[in-house]
Each structure stands twice: as structure tokens, then as C-alpha cells.
């Protein structure tokens, strides 16, 4: 058995995570594509070392920010884990919101090591290559003049189509798809009370991984990272900067939901954030008669 635990942020998966690990002798994968970095703790909700309780916890803080890690490597590393665990007779539990890799992880997909391909763009302009990454997701930070960084952006988009689009199959037998959610008022305000917490901490941490990584991909793209250093760069008011975040976190839930729902079979639960144990044994009950 492998288990899935999706859905958008602050609805309650790593909690959940837990709980199953040792209800089911399982060990955690992360499956969220900025929680690999090294640094990046409270912007992107990372599991704390006592939140993990013992569990074992694989694919977390394996890279610096200033180090690449792109969608071949993680499929190749976490059907490397998923092996690992299972000949343990231990359960595999992947956790977290990037929908794409948790496809590209389960599903008979052969991507190859990604290379860059400027050739294939001669004819296109550095604005029209601007205009299909904004078509795709306009809360990218991307510098039209960078034609490099561009190209590599419209690669990886190209990528991600294909795989989305494609007919795929399930490499693994007896996996259960589980996500986690709730009212989309009530996860907007969940999202703004979860920020507000962690504002000051997330501030500092940015502030001291933008000086150490000045060129990082990862902190010039991820949600909560690029919108404060577009306020440490005075390209905008830190009001700004905070409102900013807010609204591409609400934007990426909405499209994580797309993903979701379109790709990948989910039984969704609601979460109840006033008594989460029901939440819990509701997964449960489920999970023993699936």
C-alpha cells in the first residue's frame, strides 16, 4: 500500500501524516517542491523536527536554495524512497501539494534529464516567450530580459503539458489518493491567519537566505519568497509585498484544486479544524475498507 495525502495549504496534512505513519508503521516522502530546499522553513510550512515525532521523513532539505532540483530527479529519488520503504515492510506515505510530482512519481511517466533547449525558440522573442510563461501562470517572477531564465521556464511548462495530458497508468498497486480541504471562505482565512503568524519569522528568514543566495531560482519564484524580495529590491511597498502573497497563495490553491481534481483519483475529506481527530478517523475508516 502506498498512501497520498494532498490538498492546498493549512488544511491539516501534516497532521494527518503523522497519524497514519504510526497508525500504519509508514514512513513520510515529501511531495511538495520547495520543502527540498535547505532554509526555506517557514514559508513553505515545513514539517518541524518535533512535529515529525521519530517519524522518518524522506526528501526534505536535500538541496541549497542555490542548487537545482527539477522533475526528473524527484521522480527518479522518490521511486528510489517508495523501493526503500516498502522493502522495510514499511509503508510509503507522500505528503504534500505539488500535484505534478506526486503524478510523476505514481504514474508510468519516463521523463528524461532536462536539458536546455534554446534552439527550439529561435523565432520567438524574448516578450513572446514572456507572454506563453504568463499565459501559463502570471504570479511568476520572471525578468523578460533574461532569455535563459525564460527558455528554461517555457521548458519546464512544455513539460508539465505534456505530462498532465498524458494517458498515463499507475506503476504501483493498491495506492489510496487522499486530500484534505475545506470551504474555500473558510481556507482563505485559514491562509491569511497561518501568514499573519508567521510574518515576522518568514520576514527574517527570507531577509538572511536572499543575502546568502542573492541568484537563488528557487527564492526569485517560490510564494512568499519572491514578493519579499521584490520589497527588499524597492520594487514594491512591504503592504504590497504582504497583499501580494496573499492573493498567489489563494491563486495556487485554486489551481492546485484543478490539478487535483482533473489528474489524480482523490477521495477528499473535509477537514475539522475544531475536533481534527474526527477528520483523522474518517481517513481511517476509510483507508480499512477501501
Not at 528554461?152 to 504501483?172: D, G
Not at 536572499?210 to 527564492?219: A, D, E, H, K
Not at 491563486?251 to 473535509?270: D, E, G, M, V
Request: proline fraction near 3%; charge should be neutral.
Amino acid at each position: 500500500m502506498i498512501i497520498v495525502i494532498t490538498g492546498p495549504t493549512a488544511v491539516g496534512k501534516t497532521k494527518l501524516s503523522i497519524e497514519l505513519a504510526k497508525i500504519y508503521n509508514g514512513e513520510i516522502i515529501n511531495a511538495d517542491s520547495t520543502q527540498v530546499y535547505r532554509g526555506l522553513n517557514i514559508g513553505t510550512a515545513k514539517v518541524t523536527p518535533s512535529e515529525k515525532e521519530g517519524i522518518p521523513h524522506h526528501l526534505l532539505d536535500i538541496k541549497e536554495p542555490n542548487e537545482d532540483y527539477n522533475l526528473f530527479e524527484y521522480q527518479k529519488d522518490c521511486r528510489a524512497c517508495i523501493a526503500n520503504i516498502k522493502a522495510k515492510n514499511k509503508i510509503p506515505i507522500l505528503v504534500g501539494g505539488t500535484g505534478l510530482y506526486i503524478k510523476a512519481a505514481l504514474y508510468n511517466y519516463n521523463l528524461s534529464e532536462e536539458t536546455q533547449k534554446d534552439n527550439e525558440y529561435l523565432e520567438l522573442s524574448n516578450e513572446d516567450i514572456y507572454k506563453q510563461i504568463m499565459a501559463y501562470d502570471n504570479t511568476l517572477n520572471v525578468d523578460k530580459h533574461n532569455r535563459r531564465r525564460l527558455v528554461r521556464y517555457l521548458n519546464k511548462i512544455a513539460k508539465e503539458t505534456l505530462i498532465s495530458q498524458a494517458p498515463l497508468k499507475l506503476l504501483y498497486d493498491d495506492v489510496i489518493f487522499i486530500g484534505l480541504t475545506t470551504a474555500t471562505e473558510n481556507l482563505y482565512t485559514k491562509i491569511n491567519e497561518r501568514f499573519d503568524k508567521m510574518l515576522i519569522g518568514l520576514v527574517d528568514e527570507v531577509k538572511l537566505l536572499y543575502q546568502q543566495y542573492p541568484g537563488s531560482r528557487v527564492l526569485h519564484s517560490a510564494i512568499g519568497y519572491k514578493e519579499l524580495i521584490s520589497f527588499f529590491d524597492n520594487q514594491s511597498t512591504f503592504t504590497e509585498s504582504i497583499n501580494q502573497i496573499k492573493q498567489n497563495t489563494r491563486n495556487y490553491a485554486k489551481r492546485q484544486y484543478t490539478f487535483f481534481n482533473n489528474q489524480l483519483p482523490i477521495k477528499w475529506f473535509n477537514t475539522n479544524y475544531d475536533d481534527f481527530q474526527k477528520t483523522i478517523n474518517e481517513v481511517i475508516d476509510y483507508i480499512e475498507k477501501d
